[in-house]
């Protein structure tokens, strides 16, 4: 479980704090969604979580598998894919493992397994710059899974992307959830996507960040969940509470 309890931050330099009074949790397999206007600190929250960045107050606490401060348990997956050109798909995905010394072997099996179920098979020899923007952004999370690591941290993931390659990888990172149970935060600022990703999602006010509203969203896993009525209530909810944020 991670426990974020009442983080607050100011960089130095700035007047007023950027995030305050921020407090929730993850349970080990569970999903959150954030959401928020722009400069709120979700970014930086991010950064917080992944042990980037010191909170000016407040601790993040973590028990059982989860220990996101401790390098190699988090992963991050940003929105410019974050992706060496000058590598292939193999050696972007088997990074993390090279540094930690896995052996040649077992890399190779995870990066095989990994490219099947990102649904790149057959695409390990190839550079980022002969790829689509769905195929890098999905290099980009097969490179975070590589480490196993205990939570994906997602800062705006699939932005960028067109909107049919965008819900398809939606579907695929909700899918893997339902097969692994990973934990991940997915910051974003499309309100369907937090209710198509996340079993909470909290809204941040703008500056300072402070928490406004969790929506729970207990049906966000079932089948055809976008065609369901509890997820258009769920978006309901989510656009009440941003109207009072912004
Ligand atoms: N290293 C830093 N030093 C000083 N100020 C910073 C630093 N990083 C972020 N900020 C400020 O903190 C505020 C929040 O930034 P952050 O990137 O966390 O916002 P965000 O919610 O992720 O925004 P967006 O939705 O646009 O990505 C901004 O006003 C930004 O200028
Ligand atoms: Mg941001």
């Known amino acids: ?19 305050e009074n921020i407090t929730f949790q993850i349970d080990d397999g569970q999903t959150l969604s954030i959401i928020g206007p722009s400069g709120c600190g979700k970014t930086t929250l991010l950064y917080i979580l992944a042990g980037l960045i010191q909170p000016t107050s407040g601790q993040t606490t973590m028990t059982g598998p989860v220990h996101v401060n401790k390098i190699g348990q988090s992963a991050f997956v940003l929105q410019d894919f974050g992706l060496f050109p000058w ?10 493992l090279k540094l930690k ?46 480490t196993d690591p205990d939570i994906l941290l997602m800062d705006e ?5 067109d909107a049919m390659t965008r819900e398809h990888l939606q579907n695929l990172m909700r899918d893997m959830w339902i097969k692994n149970r990973i934990s991940y935060l997915i910051v974003t600022h499309s309100v369907e996507e937090a209710v198509f990703m996340g079993r909470r999602i909290l809204i941040l006010t703008g500056r300072p960040g402070r928490i406004n509203a969790v929506v729970d969203n207990p049906n966000f896993a079932a089948p055809d969940f976008r065609l369901q009525p509890e997820f258009f209530e769920s978006q309901k909810q989510v656009r009440l509470a941003l109207e009072k944020s912004v």
């Open 1 to 19: 479980m991670i426990s974020v309890q009442s983080i607050c931050k100011t960089f130095s330099g700035q007047d007023g704090p950027v995030l």
């Open 87 to 96: 590598k292939t798909v193999t050696q972007n995905i088997e990074l993390g």
């Open 101 to 146: 010394r896995v052996p040649p072997a077992i890399r190779k099996e995870t990066v095989n397994r990994l490219l099947t179920d990102m649904g790149l098979p057959g695409m390990g020899a190839r550079y980022p710059s002969q790829l689509s923007g769905g195929q890098k952004q999905r290099v980009a999370i097969a490179r975070a899974l590589a």
């Open 157 to 161: 993931p699939f932005s960028s992307l």
